[in-house]
């Protein structure tokens, strides 16, 4: 495969898995927003956690006169000069789709398509809560639709390998970032630890990453965010985990090695950082830094993606 066409289905994907990741960012902020003024004695920062795991609060500042509901949701939804804004994730994706229309299948394409058509309805119209809702509804639907064709429609050949590469690094690093923020941010300085706001926060965090029911259903016990944690970072079993989206990166990087018939620092990198979060323990990780074991492992995040570009896509 050239290195340009696995590029754009590297980015394609991840593209499409950042729309969806900004859309549930968006939906747990105006689920928190709704929580009565009494449960943050009277102050919030939902708004400013949303734009630190999702957007560039550089690049926000001078576009915008201060941080709130409404400048926020339009920052991340629509701004075209926010590059991982919902509206340039989609118009991205929907360039890389175009760009190897023949790799992908029908209903690939015509999931990418429609949804950058269907986008302009949304665009430059004064949505009310309820409009919006439906809009973030639409979005994780379009990469859920996306997902499930390309699962169930493509060859598993090397194109299928590197869309499959791009899901698994772009979940690892915004399951990363919402946990990081929610421990770091999002609980004003005065509020308890595991207090009402504390559990409301954790428990919107663990639906907006459609991960409620498989906690009770893992550790049948009420939230608590050391466990919140190790679910969301060493569970194999949890879709959205540091180790489960390792667990596909390792493997689609050895499929990728086996038909080129090399290997080099991208699988060093990948099997390595797999190795370390199955050796992991949450009471060794909270005792540590949550914190810093969260940035570091983003980091480390960023060099695998790195050497995958090296190898491949240059």
Not at 218 to 241: F, G, T, W
Not at 279 to 291: N, Q, Y
Request: glycine fraction near 6%; charge should be negative; proline fraction near 3%.
């Amino acid at each position: 495969m050239l290195s340009r066409t696995a590029d754009n289905l590297y980015w394609l994907s991840r593209y499409v898995e950042r729309a969806e990741f900004v859309a549930r960012i968006l939906d747990a902020a105006h689920r928190l927003a709704s929580l009565p003024t009494n449960y943050g004695g009277g102050e919030t920062n939902e708004w400013a956690s949303a734009l630190a795991s999702a957007g560039d609060p550089e690049v926000f500042k001078p576009l915008y006169d201060g941080i709130n509901a409404d400048t926020v949701s339009n920052f991340l939804a629509f701004s075209p000069q926010n590059p991982s804004s919902i509206r340039s994730c989609i118009e991205a994706a929907r360039e890389n789709a175009r760009s190897v229309r023949t790799a992908l299948t029908t209903e690939m394409w015509d999931t990418i398509n429609g949804a950058w058509l269907e986008l302009r309805n949304y665009e430059g119209r004064d949505l009310n809560r309820e409009d919006f809702s439906r809009f973030l509804e639409w979005v994780k639907g379009i990469s859920l639709t996306f997902d499930g064709s390309a699962y169930r429609t493509m060859l598993r050949n090397d194109a299928y390998w590197f869309t499959r590469l791009g899901t698994g690094l772009e979940r690892a690093d915004n399951t990363a970032r919402i946990l990081d923020v929610k421990y770091q941010i999002l609980l004003p300085a005065h509020e308890k630890v595991g207090g009402s706001l504390d559990y409301f926060q954790w428990t919107t965090i663990l639906r907006e990453v459609s991960a409620f029911n498989a906690y009770h259903w893992v550790y049948r016990e009420s939230i608590k965010p050391l466990l919140v944690a190790d679910l969301l970072i060493l569970n194999r079993q949890m879709p959205r985990s540091f180790a489960n989206c390792y667990g596909m990166v390792v493997e689609h990087l050895d499929l990728i090695a086996d038909a080129y018939g090399r290997r080099g620092a991208s699988q060093r990198l990948a099997s390595n950082l797999l190795a370390r979060l199955e050796s992991e323990d949450i009471d060794r990780i909270f005792a540590a830094g949550l914190h810093e074991f969260v940035t570091a492992f983003i980091g480390e995040n960023n060099r695998v993606g790195a050497a995958i570009t090296e190898q491949y896509l240059v």
